[in-house]
């Protein structure tokens, strides 16, 4: 499996995770100032302008509940998506399916493979694949299968974007991402194809992720306050169902 980022390869992880959102010339100064500290993700140096594609099927239930859950601020939630890294199927391209949510102030991630490739994968079937196929991680599958039945759980939108990774140069567990170009698309389908129109979510800005297990290194603080960066607790799937008007943020 040729991964597009080192995570690809990782089915469990519980860690933090704080975002912020940089204007371009803001965006500018904070990368610079992490190449002092950090190197890119060796997946993306040979790829255009050193970013990837993400693409990820969310779902949610008839009452929104895992919109909700997360513009309410819980401490404990989650929700299940469809990942993969490709617009069009293809033929190296695998989907994962994935439950994130939060634990207290951790987030955790656990993913399943359920396609190798793409290509192969009928985004029409999504349902029966999910629901009567078996893969390595049964505990997820069943989860799911739970869900969507007892709380009719479907796909309700498509979000995109173009992501450029960092990796510490002194702990190999502390990231910084950079998500931008995000797009939201209302459709229960993986592979949409030109057929469905996508929204621009906060154009003109870039989400910034930091990732890390235990604590934030003290020359990332001092980045923090030099540029008074503030956190946000944003959601992407929430931005892209409150622009095509699925859910209202009361």
């Not at 359920?114 to 985004?123: G, H, L, M, N, V």
């Not at 694949?129 to 599958?141: G, P, R, S, Y």
């Not at 709380?151 to 002194?170: E, G």
């Not at 235990?214 to 944003?234: C, D, G, K, M, T």
Request: charged share 30%.
């Amino acid at each position: 499996m040729n991964s597009r980022e080192s995570q690809n390869l990782v089915l469990e992880f519980s860690r933090f995770e704080f975002k912020y959102v940089l204007h371009k010339a803001l965006r500018e100064e904070v990368e610079s100032e992490l190449g002092y500290f950090m190197h890119l993700d060796p997946f993306v140096e040979t790829s255009e302008n050193n970013r990837y594609f993400v693409r990820s099927l969310y779902f949610d239930d008839p009452f929104n509940t895992a919109f909700y859950d997360k513009i309410d601020g819980l401490k404990h939630r989650s929700k299940f998506r469809v990942r993969t890294y490709s617009r069009e199927p293809q033929f190296d391209t695998p989907i994962f399916l994935e439950e994130k949510g939060r634990l207290d102030n951790r987030v955790f991630k656990h993913r399943t493979l359920i396609a190798e490739s793409s290509a192969d994968f009928d985004a029409d079937n999504l349902a029966a694949t999910l629901l009567t196929e078996e893969f390595d991680n049964q505990v997820l599958l069943e989860k799911f299968r739970f869900d969507w039945f007892r709380k009719q759980i479907r796909p309700v939108a498509l979000i995109d974007y173009l992501r450029r990774p960092y990796l510490s140069k002194y702990d190999h567990e502390f990231r910084v991402t950079f998500d931008e170009v995000l797009h939201g698309y209302r459709t229960d389908r993986l592979f949409p194809g030109r057929t469905v129109a996508g929204r621009q979510l906060m154009p003109g800005y870039t989400v910034m992720e930091v990732k890390f297990s235990r604590q934030v290194p003290a020359w990332f603080h001092r980045i923090i306050q030099s540029y008074e960066l503030r956190r946000v607790p944003l959601s992407k799937i929430c931005e892209g169902m409150k622009r095509l008007k699925i859910a209202v943020d009361l």
